[in-house]
């Protein structure tokens, strides 16, 4: 097989692989952090409970994601040479942030969480709460500039260099800020960041209604079930708002990428938006379509005379993968809907005080915990397929980031030994959260005696 594919799916494994985890651990955070706001508030100790458990279940997360993340960081140095010549003079800048400032942050913190309940003061432990959240969230950020930095480079020069004989190029850092805030990292960072919280919330709802169905400490778990579907329905609302908002941001800098979401192949006022279709990339056309007209046109620009790039105005060399691109940003955003269905429902029961009456509606929410983490996933393919052929936009090409002297076999003998150890990962993320869940939370008085 070509090593350069293989090294893709290696990095593409990884990557969707750890990323289960930071949105859950961020969403989750958040989460802990409100329920030990309302214990400060009012002192109702259901609220102390309820932080506790899932904190449990953060801690789980989280260190199963730290083990995950690491493998990604070392494959920039082993199959991706050609990468790491060109952009580590940037790339390692934000990285480097995300473990100084954020990572360190939000794993001190996360210590006193989990053993300090008794040792240190309320309001400590309270603003430990906020830290982790925070933390969960800085480290996000210094991802996405890095990833953004790919998409929409900004605050650099390319410089030629001579090393051990050979000519080499370069990315060299001009401008700190421009750099970080390059156009994309501000709209990406907050369909991140809000994609996250759909996960730890629905994670929340999901789960606490099947402890219900199951009728295990069901009295615990309607309550937790009853704070996460305000918050649910909230996120998933901002989470499509900002996904739009972030889809004016990709027509102005990638309109490749957008052309590749809505399978649009001709420019012109008037783009569809098309709700089905099967994109055929050799014939340049769609089939099946199913097309709302003039709606893109009305989307990006606010006027249906908005004028919209068609791929047949790119070469064909500089086109990504447009059904990939395609299937994979209308899952995210069938799964959006979905999400929004559940979560309005829910509101609906939840004002007319019979959330925990109707079995099915518990069933559906349960079987929705996998929908945000496959609406992230997807979404992430989404955003880095419609990059292709560019692994740098416009500066440095997926064939020639990766390492020439890797041989394919290697690759591959990697990709089956990494897919073992994620399977055991996996089984034993789950395998802790069934016995945590049969645990159940710890009982009120278990939990008081803490330091005033």
Request: charged letters at 15%.
């Amino acid at each position: 097989m070509d090593a350069v594919l293989l090294a893709r799916i290696q990095f593409a494994l990884t990557i969707m692989f750890h990323y289960i985890f930071p949105p859950l651990t961020i969403g989750l955070g958040w989460m802990i952090f409100m329920y030990n706001t309302r214990y400060q508030e009012n002192g109702n100790p259901i609220f102390r409970q309820l932080a506790h458990f899932w904190t449990k279940v953060f801690a789980i997360s989280f260190i199963i994601g730290v083990a995950t993340g690491i493998v990604m960081e070392f494959q920039f140095g082993t199959n991706w040479a050609g990468y790491s010549r060109f952009v580590g003079d940037i790339f390692g800048a934000p990285l480097a942030a995300e473990g100084v400032f954020a990572f360190f942050l939000e794993s001190s913190f996360l210590g006193i969480l989990l053993y300090g309940r008794k040792r240190v003061s309320q309001k400590l432990y309270w603003f430990s709460s906020f830290m982790v959240a925070l933390g969960a969230t800085m480290s996000a950020f210094w991802i996405v500039v890095a990833n953004s930095w790919q998409q929409t480079p900004a605050g650099f020069e390319v410089v030629t260099e001579t090393v051990n004989g050979v000519v080499i190029q370069k990315a060299v850092l001009t401008n700190f800020w421009e750099a970080v805030f390059n156009p994309s990292t501000l709209p990406r960072y907050s369909h991140v960041i809000t994609g996250a919280l759909t996960v730890g919330v629905f994670f929340i709802l999901g789960t606490s209604a099947w402890q219900v169905v199951k009728e295990r400490n069901v009295e615990f778990f309607r309550t937790s079930m009853r704070t996460a579907v305000i918050p649910a329905f909230m996120v998933i609302m901002i989470t499509m708002f900002v996904g739009h908002k972030h889809g004016h941001q990709v027509a102005e800098t990638q309109p490749a990428k957008l052309a590749a979401f809505e399978g649009i192949w001709e420019s012109g006022p008037n783009a569809p938006l098309m709700l089905f279709g099967l994109p055929d990339q050799d014939a340049e056309k769609n089939h099946f379509a199913i097309r709302i007209p003039g709606m893109v046109s009305l989307m990006v620009g606010g006027r249906f005379d908005t004028e919209i790039q068609g791929l047949k105005d790119f070469p064909k060399e500089d086109r990504p993968p447009v059904a990939i691109s395609f299937w994979a940003f209308h899952l995210m955003f069938y799964m959006g809907m979905w999400m929004a269905f559940v979560a309005f429902i829910g509101v609906i029961f939840w004002l007319n005080k019979k959330l925990l009456d109707h079995q099915l509606y518990l069933k559906i929410c349960a079987i929705t915990v996998p929908i945000p983490f496959l609406a992230n996933e997807v979404g992430w393919v989404a955003a880095e397929v419609g990059r292709q052929p560019w692994v740098v936009y416009n500066l440095l090409r997926t064939k020639e980031a990766v390492s020439k002297s890797v041989p394919a076999g290697q690759v591959l003998a990697s990709i089956i030994m990494f897919s073992i150890i994620y399977a055991l990962l996996f089984g034993l993320w789950i395998y802790l959260l069934k016995n945590q869940f049969a645990k159940g939370p710890e009982s009120i008085e278990a939990l008081e005696g803490e330091v005033e």
